[in-house]
């Protein structure tokens, strides 16, 4: 096996009121085996649709991965047409049956028919055992090809792949060797990136390509390499990351998709350091992306969401004054609310944020996106300006991302 | 133009690096315009994969979107693949090139070579001019259909839709109407819902279709009415609605993409009520949700995170002694938090949650997902215990929304 296609299947895909997140998941699981994906089709919950596509993946690859249609409602007819299209039944899996009646008295629910079609297995498949969920995974064969159907909801698919589909290709997995690395940047633009990576790009080995993905300022630089010697591929990609560390070492933050909150977790940890935030226009997101981290309480104390003036006064000690005379967005405010949070929390760094997100609120002086960042510890308070973008969630995911980059870089100037 | 396909280009999709958010959108936008998508289709970034999913699509839909592969770095190729499919060679346009330069002055960088050559188009291909990017979009005509190349990055891709393509879409609208109805729903299983909508179903006329879409524990019910007679059309779907409305009103919280952070905002304004939040397990994501709807400074006052044991007795006045006797995840605790930040913020409202996001921290008495949520007002404390899921993301998300949702029932009994 060493290409496969997605195939997700629902008409909520097609129509836009689902963003398909699986064939990503899958995608990234297959690429880290060595296993290259062709393509990635979405069609509606028609037959001739699943049909087709299924056909033409497996004309092109040994391998064809699908989600949905397979819930318990009558817009799914996943099962029903796999069952066609290799020419058997419908047959009750007992054990299937057995599973969700216990699922359902867990959740103190009563068994119905919907949930009953849902132990309905195309005869000649092998039922692959979903514990999250009601609707069992089902592998078929055909021609020396396999063709894996899992339910649509993504962790009954993550599920089904990490028990069942990804083992069976780890040992089946054949001898070309493809490597990714992913170099994780902060604040920096893709074209200057692109400039300061020229001479790089231009020495880079044939076997080795240079990708920027762009997403949410974060910069993520991949380094794919390819070949049939697996410990020469792996030098060869280890070589050229060094050197990015070498060309870039100001923007590069971490690796492989970890993210800046895990990272300034990570740093928060190792040094024994503790974080509060007071958050304006911010609105709660920095705090929300720390405590996202597992373990985060070991690093993170609280926060003061001090949307209204009266919180930044009354809670945070924030001067009137300092809010009549300079505004609540300005850097006296921030330092204000920064140092204010210290003493409250009793940490070693405090980070304020104070801005206009928009769409209302900005003034000449004052645009929509600007955004004050202050960062108090105990010896002393610094401050940042930035002008961000006209619109309301780029300006609370910047402001948020550049925070926790700037805590970054003083925790590792230390 | 009455369907249409989509093709993303792109390594990092395949990968499963990016998540392809783009169709759905572009999906979403024609379908809304009766437009209905055969095929959502990504390839990567190899001139044969690009060409190929390209003649294929054109052999079924007169229309065709792509996005992806324009960026200034060389491993964008779709551009130089366009020109050559179009049998046509690359020229500098002047013009895109003044708007490049322009926007590059404002950011205060200079003007390099790569950042040049995002102004070459292909000579046969008509411009869309790209004012929130460096990459213009480009139109192409052949045999009677309409191609479509944008960039990838999704607000750049948004801005040409916006301007260039759906008005051009609009302009050329066929006979065919397709009307999409969105009843969003929270606070019940799909099995549960399918078996509630039993009778609802087979009275359904056959040219509307109602389809089950669950995300993060709301259930998107999605009727699709489609027909020849548009007026005909958007009165039985109307009417499908209402019995909607009849059979589950206690689910139903909104319409048509509404979160439950734009219908709580809503309420509250409408009501001229104000909110505050105390938040632990949840970590401020209650407020970032809150926030991200603009003008929330209307009604949201503000949040503290207490995620320490310290700021729930220090800032929002918790007794330690109820943590110490019935722990940090318990009824007391929860409702002296709410009370604390009732007092605090002065809002007519104020949310509390504390529990176990996990992984770490479960007990047998208390597990993982184990969360109260109490919600405070002038009139006294109500405080409901939840026992979610074993996961850490899912149980942050489903305490958050489970304590809009009692908001949301509390203000519309009152």
Redesign the interface.
């Known amino acids: 096996m060493n290409s496969a296609e997605i195939i997700t299947v629902g008409?909520?895909?097609?129509?836009?009121?689902?963003?398909?997140?699986n064939?990503?998941?899958?995608?990234?699981?297959l690429?880290m085996r060595g296993i290259?994906?062709?393509?990635?089709?979405?069609?509606?919950?028609r037959r001739e649709?699943i049909i087709s596509?299924l056909n033409e993946a497996l004309g092109r690859a040994p391998l064809v991965l699908m989600t949905g249609g397979l819930?318990?409602?009558?817009?799914d007819i996943t099962k029903e047409t796999l069952a066609e299209y290799f020419g058997t039944r419908l047959v009750m899996d007992y054990e299937v049956l057995a599973e969700i009646s216990e699922r359902?008295a867990k959740?103190n629910?009563e068994m119905?028919e919907?949930?009953r079609r849902q132990a309905l297995v195309p005869e000649c498949c092998r039922v692959l055992a979903n514990r999250s969920g009601?609707a069992p995974g089902m592998l078929f064969e055909k021609d020396g090809k396999i063709i894996v159907s899992m339910p649509g909801?993504p962790?009954e698919m993550k599920h089904i792949m990490q028990i069942h589909v990804l083992p069976m290709l780890e040992s089946m997995s054949g001898g070309r060797t493809i490597v990714?690395r992913?170099i994780m940047t902060y604040g920096t633009?893709?074209?200057?990136l692109?400039?300061r990576l020229e001479g790089f790009?231009s020495q880079l080995p044939d076997s080795v390509?240079?990708?920027?993905?762009?997403?949410h300022g974060v910069i993520?630089l991949?380094l794919?390499g390819s070949g049939d010697d697996g410990e020469n591929v792996r030098w060869t990609v280890e070589e050229q990351v060094r050197k990015l560390y070498e060309i870039i070492p100001d923007v590069i933050y971490g690796e492989n998709e970890v993210t800046l909150e895990e990272t300034v977790g990570r740093l928060l940890l190792d040094s024994k350091l503790t974080l509060s935030?007071a958050?304006s226009c911010?609105?709660?997101?920095?705090?929300?992306l720390?405590?996202?981290v597992?373990?985060?309480?070991a690093w993170?104390?609280?926060?003061?969401?001090?949307?209204?003036n009266?919180?930044k006064t009354?809670?945070l000690g924030v001067n009137p004054q300092t809010i009549s005379r300079f505004g609540a967005v300005s850097e006296e405010t921030a330092r204000e609310m920064a140092e204010g949070m210290l003493r409250?929390?009793?940490t070693d760094y405090s980070i304020a944020v104070t801005g206009i997100a928009?769409?209302?609120g900005g003034t000449p002086e004052k645009p929509v996106g600007t955004v004050w960042i202050a960062l108090a510890s105990r010896n002393g308070v610094t401050a940042e300006r930035h002008r961000f973008a006209d619109?309301?969630?780029?300006n609370?995911s910047r402001s948020a991302y550049t925070a926790l980059n700037l805590l970054r870089k003083q925790i590792i100037s230390r």
């Open positions: 008409d909520e895909i097609l129509i836009g009121q689902t963003v398909d997140t064939s990503a998941w899958m995608g990234m699981q690429s290259r994906v062709n393509r990635i089709t979405s069609v509606s919950d649709e596509a819930g318990p409602t009558s817009d359902i959740r629910l119905n919907n949930n009601t909801v962790f990714h992913n633009f893709e074209a200057k692109a400039e790009e390509r240079l990708a920027y993905l762009p997403a993520k991949r794919t935030t958050e911010t609105g709660g997101r920095i705090a929300s720390i405590t996202s597992p373990g985060s309480s993170f104390t609280g926060s003061v969401v001090a949307y209204d009266s919180v009354g809670v409250l929390a009793k928009g769409p209302e619109d309301r969630a780029i609370i």
